[in-house]
Nanobody, 125 residues
Framework: QVQLVESGGGLVQPGGSLRLSCAAS?????????IGWFRQAPGKEREGVSC????????FYEDSVKGRFTISRDNAKNTVYLQMNSLKSEDTAVYYC?????????????????WGQGTQVTVYS
C-alpha cells in the first residue's frame, strides 16, 4: 500500500525558510515514480509547485518559486525534500506531495496517482 507522509510545515516570517519532507513507502522495487509538490491556498485551485522524477532526475519549478525553492530526493530514504527560501506571504497554503508511477514530471494534479494529507505553511508578518 502506497503511503506519502509530509512534514516540515509551520509558521514563518517573510524572508524565512522551511524544508518540507515527503516520505514515500509501499512502492514496488521496479517502479519508478515522480514526486510532485502542490499547494492549495483558500479559495484557489491546487497548483503544481515542483516535481522530480526518479528515472532521470529531471525537475520542474513553477515560475513564482524559481530561484527560491529547491527540490531534491534521497533515494536511500525514499524521501523527497522541498527547501523553501525567501518565503513570501503568497506562499501561504497547504502543501501536498503526490506520486505519479511510471511518469516523468508533470504539473497537473490529474497526472498523479497518490497523495499525502498535506502540511500547512503560513508566512506571516
Amino acid at each position: 500500500q502506497v503511503q506519502l507522509v509530509e512534514s516540515g510545515g509551520g509558521l514563518v516570517q517573510p524572508g524565512g525558510s522551511l524544508r518540507l519532507s515527503c516520505a514515500a513507502s509501499g512502492f514496488a522495487p521496479d517502479h519508478y515514480y515522480t514526486i510532485g509538490w502542490f499547494r492549495q491556498a483558500p479559495g484557489k485551485e491546487r497548483e503544481g509547485v515542483s516535481c522530480i522524477s526518479s528515472s532521470d532526475g529531471s525537475t520542474f519549478y513553477e515560475d513564482s518559486v524559481k530561484g527560491r525553492f529547491t527540490i531534491s530526493r534521497d533515494n536511500a530514504k525514499n524521501t523527497v525534500y522541498l527547501q523553501m527560501n525567501s518565503l513570501k506571504s503568497e506562499d501561504t497554503a497547504v502543501y501536498y506531495c503526490a506520486a505519479a508511477v511510471f511518469r516523468l514530471c508533470g504539473q497537473m494534479p490529474y497526472e498523479y496517482d497518490y497523495w499525502g494529507q498535506g502540511t500547512q505553511v503560513t508566512v506571516y508578518s
